[in-house]
Nanobody, 117 residues
Framework: QVQLVESGGGLVQPGGSLRLSCAASGSIYRINVMGWYRQAPGKERELVATMTSSGRTSSADSVKGRFTISGDNIKKTVYLEMNSLKPEDTAVYYC???????????WGKGTLVTVSS
C-alpha cells in the first residue's frame, strides 16, 4: 500500500506565495518520478512540474519562473514553491509518484489552492 499525502494549500491573494508538500509512504522500492498536477474547475488535469530520482526537473510553461519543484529522496518528499500566484493558478493540486519498477502511478487526494483578493 502506497500513500501520498499533500499539505500546504489554502487561500492566498494574487501575487502571494504558497508552499505545497507531499510525503510518500508505504511499500516503496524506488520512486522514479514525483511531481505535481492541477485541475481547475471545468478543466482537465494538467501537469505542473516533475522531478526525477536523479534530480532532473521540468515544468509547464505557464508556471516557469514562478513555481519551483524540489525534493528529498531520503524523506520521499516533494515540494512545490509557488510565487507570484495568479487567479488562474486556482485549482486542486495533486501529488503524483511513478514507482519502480514499472512506473506505476500513484496519486494523492489533492489540496486546494485558491488565489483571490
Amino acid at each position: 500500500q502506497v500513500q501520498l499525502v499533500e499539505s500546504g494549500g489554502g487561500l492566498v491573494q494574487p501575487g502571494g506565495s504558497l508552499r505545497l508538500s507531499c510525503a510518500a509512504s508505504g511499500s516503496i522500492y524506488r520512486i522514479n518520478v514525483m511531481g505535481w498536477y492541477r485541475q481547475a474547475p471545468g478543466k482537465e488535469r494538467e501537469l505542473v512540474a516533475t522531478m526525477t530520482s536523479s534530480g532532473r526537473t521540468s515544468s509547464a510553461d505557464s508556471v516557469k519562473g514562478r513555481f519551483t519543484i524540489s525534493g528529498d529522496n531520503i524523506k520521499k518528499t516533494v515540494y512545490l514553491e509557488m510565487n507570484s500566484l495568479k487567479p488562474e493558478d486556482t485549482a486542486v493540486y495533486y501529488c503524483n509518484a511513478k514507482l519502480a519498477p514499472n512506473f506505476v502511478n500513484y496519486w494523492g487526494k489533492g489540496t486546494l489552492v485558491t488565489v483571490s483578493s
